[in-house]
């Protein structure tokens, strides 16, 4: 049981690129959430999933999309990325609206 | 809108104190309340959880007290040790929109 899952953990982009970040959860929660922490600030979350086949906006959407084609599986794409997007990743889930479990982030740097 | 804030931003102890780590939040209907810990470099582990309908929840060395009227909770931790120094952050839920304090970084010096 690995709980949830990230990939990769570690990324560097250059202003303008795209990429994907992967979430995986193998404990079969209906929610799934993507946040962001950046220094001195709580975790904002930026979209959230409550079953397979439907996203929901945060409190902070913009620049972001996500996808959930699978149960266990959250995406999140930035389309052409920009240096504000520079923050660490987390990714959680949670059986319904409860207790919420994370996986360990992604540091991505915006060049 | 919610916003949610822990205070103090830091707090250094000798190892043995009992602390108590606070978090505020301005909209009393909750749904639930959670306590983390964040290691440097890591991800988060739930600590406590309290539901709307509950008063308080223990684990262990941890007793976390939910006040909605007054918007307030509080994380107890007794007997502190070296092992508990970490940033502990605490975030409200209202339905699915969790809102995260800034934290509080703990250390207990041996």
């Known amino acids: 049981n690995a709980g949830v899952t990230q990939t990769p953990k570690f990324r560097v982009l250059k202003t303008g690129q795209s990429m994907t970040l992967l979430c995986a959860q193998d404990?079969?929660?209906?929610?799934m959430y993507w946040y962001r922490q950046d220094p001195g600030m709580g975790l904002r979350l930026i979209h959230y999933?409550?079953?397979?086949?439907?996203?929901a906006k945060g409190e902070v959407p913009d620049g972001y999309n996500v996808s959930r084609l699978k149960k266990q599986n959250f995406l999140l794409g930035l389309e052409s990325a920009a240096p504000s997007q520079t923050s660490v990743y987390f990714c959680?889930?949670?059986?319904?609206?409860?207790?919420?479990?994370f996986g360990p982030g992604t540091r991505l740097t915006v060049t | 809108k919610q916003e949610v804030t822990q205070i103090p931003a830091a707090l250094s102890v000798p190892e043995g104190e009992n602390l108590v780590l606070n978090c505020s939040f301005t909209?009393?209907?909750?749904?639930?309340l959670q306590w983390f810990r964040q290691d440097p470099g890591k991800g988060l582990t739930s600590l406590l959880l309290?539901?709307?309908?509950?008063r308080e929840q223990t684990s262990g060395r941890l007793n976390a007290s939910l006040d909605k009227s007054s918007g307030r909770s509080t994380l107890y931790i007794a007997a502190s040790q070296p092992g508990d120094s970490a940033t502990y952050l605490c975030?409200?839920?209202?339905?699915?929109?969790?809102?995260f304090g800034a934290g509080t970084r703990l250390t207990v010096k041996p």
């Open positions: 959680a889930s949670s059986p319904q609206s409860y207790e919420q479990y």
């Open positions: 404990m079969n929660h209906e929610y």
């Open positions: 999933s409550v079953g397979e086949g439907t996203t």
């Open positions: 909209d009393s209907a909750i749904y639930n």
């Open positions: 309290i539901q709307s309908s509950q």
């Open positions: 975030a409200v839920g209202n339905n699915n929109d969790m809102r």
